[in-house]
């Protein structure tokens, strides 16, 4: 079935960069938006991409290759409130939406 | 204050008895969605409407029904609850287009089913 894949716990210290992978294998794409959770808060929008680059958004980015089927998302000068879950979620031309399981980001002091 | 509201928040019932979660946007939005999250499985999406009287299935439609007849509302309807059903449930709206692509989601609903 469709799926995306992303690594499912990942660790840096404060101030650092971190880049969370993503990996899709749907046809149909559309695009992939990036999304944080706290611990037992809703979901929020970080980033979207429909085309091939870099989109980049403060210390968040976002990256695109469609070839192949991959993106990522770049957290720069990591921060203790950063630490929560990170989804991709890929976006059909139909509207439907096909989330990853989710990378929890731990940040250390 | 632009948001999405779900009632209720938290909800204990028993197979079998008839449900409704509903859910409220307030910015006017023409799509509105419903998930379910588990540990280890992330968000699935159940339903989306893409404007009133227009629903289609997500990746898990089984077990539930939707209706969209007012723009602003898109209530999620358990006609006969099972545990398999319990899951903390978001409901999500966002414009239309694809140039719009940012979903405010709600701030949940954890459902317990015994």
């Known amino acids: 079935g469709q799926s995306l894949e992303q690594p499912s716990e990942v660790t840096a210290v404060e101030g650092a960069i971190v880049q969370i992978n993503c990996t899709y294998q749907t046809s149909g794409f559309y695009g992939l938006s990036w999304y944080q959770q706290h611990d037992g808060g809703a979901p929020t929008f970080l980033s979207y991409n429909a085309l091939d680059g870099l989109e980049e958004t403060g210390r968040f980015s976002s990256f695109l290759s469609r070839s192949d089927s991959y993106g990522y998302l770049l957290l720069q000068e990591l921060q203790m409130k950063d630490s929560a879950s990170y989804f991709c979620?890929?976006?059909?031309?139909?509207?439907?939406?096909?989330f990853g399981t989710g990378t929890r980001l731990k940040v250390l002091a | 204050e632009a948001q999405v509201t779900q009632n209720p928040r938290y909800l204990i019932t028993v197979t079998g008895k008839k449900l409704t979660v509903t859910c409220s946007q307030n910015?006017?939005?023409?799509?509105m969605s419903w998930y379910r999250q588990d540990p280890g499985l992330g968000l699935r999406q159940i339903y989306y409407s893409m404007n009133v009287e227009v629903t289609d299935k997500g990746d898990v439609p089984e077990g539930y029904k939707v209706s969209r007849k007012e723009k602003r509302n898109f209530p999620l309807i358990l006609e006969s609850p099972s545990p398999n059903q319990t899951s903390l449930y978001f409901c999500a709206s966002k414009t239309s287009g694809h140039e719009r692509y940012e979903q405010y989601f709600g701030p949940g609903t954890r459902l317990t089913v015994t």
């Open positions: 910015m006017n939005h023409e799509y």
């Open positions: 979620a890929e976006i059909s031309g139909t509207y439907k939406y096909i």
